[in-house]
């Protein structure tokens, strides 16, 4: 356990931050979640802490790191317990990291994107980034047919990554009820102790 309070750079609408927010959460680690919307970002002493200008951002100590994928790992990594959130088995291990691309792939570019795009605008195509959540929905679903969590027996880094965006899918007027495994994973996840849900926006879901 950490003797002083983890830093938590991010904004309650950022999937990408609330990743590291719940996991910390659910560590059990006391945790401090400083504004940074975008003007803040833009700023030297943001800037000194992410070049990038991106959040979020974690300070632990004199430990600073961006990329939420890559925070999750550390925090599994210092204060995780051991191996179960990330496994040191080569093949389980491998297949945490292939979830943590997902995240940063599929899940960026479908339903992250879908709900950006409809919440705030901006460029690209809407319906583009349905159709990759709804293909990465479906193979959600087959992947998890007789499975509790995406990797192992238990929770993992790789769900507490995939969780967030997919809860949201909605919002990216992508609906969940074709997916009942989905569904079924995303109520285990909202069960462990110490999960935190995150902010949403008051725009109505639609199929």
């Not at 006391?30 to 940074?36: E, G, I, S, W």
């Not at 951002?57 to 790992?73: E, P, Y």
């Not at 479908?110 to 319906?127: C, D, E, Q, V």
Request: charged share 15%; glycine share 8%.
């Amino acid at each position: 356990m950490t003797s002083s309070r983890i830093v938590i750079h991010g904004i309650p609408l950022s999937g990408h931050a609330h990743r590291v927010v719940n996991f910390a959460s659910i560590l059990g680690l006391p945790y401090d979640v400083v504004p940074a919307p975008a003007a803040v970002r833009a700023t030297p002493a943001f800037l000194a802490l992410n070049p990038l200008g991106q959040i979020p951002v974690l300070q632990d100590g004199d430990v600073v790191l961006s990329d939420s994928n890559a925070i999750l790992v550390y925090l599994a990594r210092r204060y995780g317990g051991g191996a179960p959130w990330l496994p040191d088995e080569p093949v389980a291990q491998a297949q945490v990291q292939r979830w943590l691309s997902i995240g940063a792939g599929e899940m960026r570019f479908g339903p992250a994107a879908a709900r950006a795009l409809t919440l705030w605008g901006g460029t690209g195509s809407l319906a583009e980034a349905q159709a990759i959540a709804r293909r990465l929905l479906a193979f959600m679903e087959h992947h998890l047919a007789g499975r509790s969590y995406l990797v192992a027996d238990h929770p993992t880094i790789a769900d507490i990554s995939a969780y967030t965006y997919v809860a949201l899918a909605p919002e990216g007027r992508i609906s969940l009820e074709p997916y009942p495994l989905v569904r079924a994973w995303l109520a285990r996840i909202q069960a462990l102790p110490g999960f935190v849900a995150m902010q949403t926006s008051a725009l109505p879901a639609e199929a």
